[in-house]
């Protein structure tokens, strides 16, 4: 049996597609050079992520362009899953008559086209024959997007790229320049001794959607979540480390400005505060594997992790929100208080200490 271009390029090529959109533009493509009469297509995957139930892709034969759509997780960022994505947008570009569509499993990833007349016999069964073939690089395709997003949320988008691109092994790693933050929440043993588990945990969420909130929003990667502590990365990729260290600034003071407004809400709820320090520093750490033979973990190490953790300690006894190392210090412009030199835990030599000014910064 001779297959056809688009069958033929379904069984040797398809699942090398580097990503659902443009197997969804090529697809579409190789149909219609096969002689069916396309004017767009749809794409469904369903995506194990926290926020995102489902990605639909959608494509349109005029402008061989492709758009995404994102189906929102319930208690996500939108209140419900648009289930059928694709199927309504073909709708709405066929002026509400879908002459004909080809779909995978209600529970699978779903793929359907829209002709600018009704299929014939025969192009529907072409279309049937495609989504058949299809189905093996699809599932390919689900299947690492399914490990892309599951690394995405445990490790952040930069570690899981590291870790999809190197070898499985503790030995390797680099080391790098970055602006490190690392905030605490203060008195959680006492929070977590006097309240229910559940409750505990929707302060951990809440607190930890602020200040990993605000280390996104500016451009940083949270490495870790330790207890209740916040270990995140601001790399330097430039000559000058000085946009990782300003990033890192604002980062800091936007998570500050999210708590002033969740410590709103929680005495509103009749719940107490919860205070954090935090403290920035610039320096150089080994970013990459380390662990057991057989079970490894993917963090960054080091002295500048040290002196960061270190410093976050002086933040109660000295009455400071957000604590500011020397090093960094000396590669910004922004206002800062010095609050002179002090000594470390652990570290040897004694840390030139700024804050932000009380305009920024709130003591806890």
Known sequence: MQLSPTLAWLVDAASDSPGADRLL?????????????????????????????????????????????????????????????????????????????????????????????????????????????????????????????????????????????????????????????????????????????????AALDAWFDRIAGAVHAFGGEVLKFIGDGVLAIFPVIEASPRRACDAALRAAGAAEAGMVYLNAERRGQGLPPLAFGAALHLGEMLWGNIGAANRLDFTAIGPAVNLASRLEGLCKPLGRTVLVSGALAAETDTPLIALGSHSLRGIAAPCEVFALPETQARTS
């Open 25 to 201: 533009a090529e697809l579409g493509a190789h149909l219609v050079a096969d002689g069916v009469p396309l004017a767009a297509g749809a794409l469904t995957l369903e995506v194990p992520h926290p926020l995102i139930a489902k990605r639909t892709w959608l494509w349109r034969a005029d402008s061989r362009r492709v758009i995404e759509a994102l189906g929102f997780a319930p208690g996500g960022l939108a209140p419900d899953p648009p289930n059928d994505a694709g199927r309504r947008w073909l709708r709405d570009i066929a002026g509400g008559e879908v002459h004909e569509d080809i779909v995978g499993r209600p529970d699978g990833p779903q793929l359907g086209w829209i002709g600018p007349r009704p299929f014939t016999a025969d192009e529907i069964e072409q279309l049937r024959q495609a989504a058949r073939f299809a189905a093996t690089p699809l599932a390919v395709l689900a299947a690492r997007a399914t490990l892309r997003a599951t690394l995405d949320a445990y490790l952040g988008k930069r570690s899981a790229e590291r870790v999809l691109a190197a070898p499985l092994r503790r030995d390797l790693g680099e080391t790098i320049q970055a602006a490190l933050l690392y905030a605490d929440l203060r008195n959680f043993t006492s929070l977590s001794e006097t309240n229910p588990p559940a409750d505990v945990i």
